[in-house]
C-alpha cells in the first residue's frame, strides 16, 4: 500500500481548520446592485426573465434605495429606461431625463448610497445601438462628444462613479476630458474595459428595451474568441486614465478577468451579468441547483480570479445570506 507523505487534507478536517486556511472572504462590500429606473410614476413592472428584478420608476426606485441600504448594501449602479427615445438618444443628455431625475432622488432620500451611472445610449436610442448611427455603424468621434455631455448630466446630477459600457474608442480619455473640464475631478470612471460581445446580456435587454434593431454590437464590443485583444483594450483605458477596470462578463471570462487583474493590479470589477444570473434561477426554480450555494460559490469563484468588486443582480440575497 502507498502511503502519502504529505496530506493536504489535514487542512481540511473540520470548519475550524477550514475557516483558518481560507484564502477568499466574500462581504457586502464587494458587492454593486444595478437597478432599472423607468420614465413613469407608480410603474413596478417585473422582469420575466430576471427574476426579483423589476422596471421602477423614481417613486419606486426611492422605497428601493432606502431598504436596500438598511439591508446593508452600500453600492447600486443605475440604468435609465426613458419615455421617449430617438436616433441620439437625447433623454441622456438632459437634467430633466429620467437618470438625472433619479439621481437628484436617490442622492436627496439615502445620500451616503454610493451611486455609478450606466453611461452608455443603447437604452435611449430608438434603435438601441450604443450611439449615432452613421451608414451602417455607430459613430465613434460623435459619440465620443454625446459621452461627454451625459456625463456632465451625471455628475451635475450627483452621480458618485461614471462607467462607460460603450466599448467607443477614446471613451474614457473623453469622458475623463469632460469631466476635468467642469471641475469633476473627483468622480472615478469604471470603464467597461473588456466588454464581450455576448449573448449572456439577453435578459438585460428585456430590462432596459435595449436590443439593437438591426444588426449586433460585435463592431464595438469584444469577440468572445480573444484574449490579448482584451489587454491591449484595457492598457488603452488604462492610459486614457480609467480609475477601475471591469471585465463583463464574469464567470465566462474569469480568464480574461485573472489577466487583467494580474498585469495591471489596478481595482478591477466584474459583472456578473443578466444571463449569468438568469441561469442559475431557471436551474434552482427546476431544482436541478441549489441556489444559495451555487449563488455564493459563482460569486466567491469571480472574486477568486481577481475582482475586487462585483456587478450582480444577486446582491440583496447575499447580503441576506452574509447575515444569516
Ligand atoms: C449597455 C449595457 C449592457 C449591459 C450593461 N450595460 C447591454 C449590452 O451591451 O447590450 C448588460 C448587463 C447585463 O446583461 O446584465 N449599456
Redesign the pocket.
Known sequence: MYTPYYRPRRLRRNPRIRNLVRETVLTRHDLIL?LFVIAGKDVKNPISS?PGHYQLSVDHLITEVKEIWDRGIQAVIL?GIPDHKDSRGSDALSDSGIIAQALRAVKDAVPDLYVIT??????YTDHGH?GPISGNDVDNDTTLELLQQQVLVHARNGADMV?P???MDGMVGAIREALDGEGYQHIPIMS?AA?Y??G??????E??E???QFGD?STY?MDPANSDEAIREVALDVDEGADVLMV??AMPYLDILYRVKTQFGLPTAA???????AMIKAAARNGWLDHDRVMLESLMAIKRAGADMI?T?FAKEVVDKLDS
Open positions: 444595478p430576471m440604468f450606466d453611461v452608455c445610449f443603447c437604452e450604443c462607467a459600457s460603450g466599448m467597461y466588454k460581445a455576448s449572456f446580456y439577453g435578459p438585460f435587454r430590462a432596459a435595449s436590443a439593437p454590437r464590443q463583463k462578463p459583472y456578473q451579468v443578466s444571463g449569468e444570473y456587478l443582480y
